[in-house]
Nanobody, 120 residues
């Protein structure tokens, strides 16, 4: 079992930036894929970004060119740098881990989530 803990959420004005962090209880090098999902009020959970152990990435269309996912294996940490935030980015953001293929990932580990609120 792997435990994931998110941090870095908060309140920010539209156009601002936040960096989310996710720390795992064991080496993320042993986890094929790490990703970020989000769930807005009244909406279903959706994929934001995913990164594989080999460094391949995939982004949702609505965040590409604004968000960047990265991983630091030495720190057992995955990051999500969020720039040019919009009010519609407001959601609870969840860290996850699992396996590929990257086109159809299977996530089995989940964090508790961190709230991101973007004001207008």
């Amino acid at each position: 079992q792997v435990q994931l803990v998110e941090s870095g959420g908060g309140l920010v004005q539209a156009g601002g930036s936040l960096r989310l962090s996710c720390t795992a209880s064991r080496s993320i090098f042993s986890i094929d894929a790490m990703g970020w999902y989000r769930q807005a009020p009244g909406k279903q959970r959706e994929l934001v970004a995913i990164i594989t152990v080999g460094g391949s990435t995939k982004y949702a269309d609505f965040v590409k060119d604004r968000f960047t996912i990265s991983r630091d294996n030495a720190k057992n940490t995955v990051y999500l740098q969020m720039n040019s935030l919009k009010p519609e980015d407001t959601a609870v953001y969840y860290c996850s881990g699992g396996r590929g293929p990257i086109a159809i990932p299977t996530m089995v580990y989940w964090g508790q989530g961190t709230q991101v609120t973007v004001s207008s």
